[in-house]
Structure formats: C-alpha cells, structure tokens
C-alpha cells in the first residue's frame, strides 16, 4: 500500500512557474514507477508525465520543454516543476504510483493504481 500526499498548488498568471510535490508513505519508493497526472474540468485525466525507479522520464507533448518530473529516493518526494504556465495547463493535478516491471512500464499510464487526492493548479490569462 502506497499513500501519496500532493502540494505545491495554487493561482498562478500564465508565463508563472509553479513546483508541485508529493510525499510517498513507503518503505520502497525507490521500487516503483511514479507519475503526474491532470484533470481539466470536464476532460478526462491525462498522464503528464513518469519517471522511472531510476529516473528515466518521459512527458506529453503538450508540456515538453515546460515541465519537468523528478524524484528523490532518499526523501520518498516525487516533484513536477512547471514552468511557462499556460491557461490549458489549469486541473486537478494528482500524484499516481504503480510497482515497476522495468523502465518502458512506467510510461505505461493505464497501470497506475496508487493515487493521491489532487491539487488544485489555475492558470489565468
């Protein structure tokens, strides 16, 4: 069992920057795969970004070159830094961990099934 704690959200403008955190409660973070996913009102949730146990990552196109995933083993924190905000980027942001079965899964958003509860990002214009 994994329990993820999200912070680091807020009211931005866009061109902003924003660094989002989670907390991992387990004793083998460094085992599993973790991701960013958000939910833009009325869309469904997309994965934004992974990062593999030994930090191989990997970002939609949408947010190349703007975010940025990062984990730290040592402190069970997984980070997404935001960079050049956008009103698009506006959602729901969560956390997601699954166990790892090698580098290529952990891109593999449909097996996420560790989650937090969310934290709210808004991006004005």
């Known amino acids: 069992q994994v329990r993820l704690l999200e912070s680091g959200g807020g009211s931005v403008q866009a061109g902003e920057s924003l660094r989002l955190s989670c907390s991992a409660s387990?004793?083998?973070?460094?085992?599993?795969?973790m991701a960013w996913f958000r939910q833009a009102p009325g869309k469904e949730r997309e994965g934004v970004a992974a990062?593999?146990?030994?930090?191989?990552?990997t970002h939609v196109d949408s947010v190349k070159g703007r975010f940025r995933i990062s984990r730290d083993n040592d402190k069970n924190e997984l980070y997404l830094q935001m960079n050049n905000l956008e009103p698009d980027d506006t959602g729901l942001y969560y956390c997601a961990a699954q166990w790892s079965r090698g580098a290529l899964s952990c891109g593999e958003y449909a097996n996420y099934n560790y989650w937090g509860q969310g934290t709210q990002v808004t991006v004005s214009s």
């Open positions: 990062i593999s146990t030994g930090g191989i990552t």
């Open positions: 387990t004793s083998t973070y460094s085992k599993y795969c």
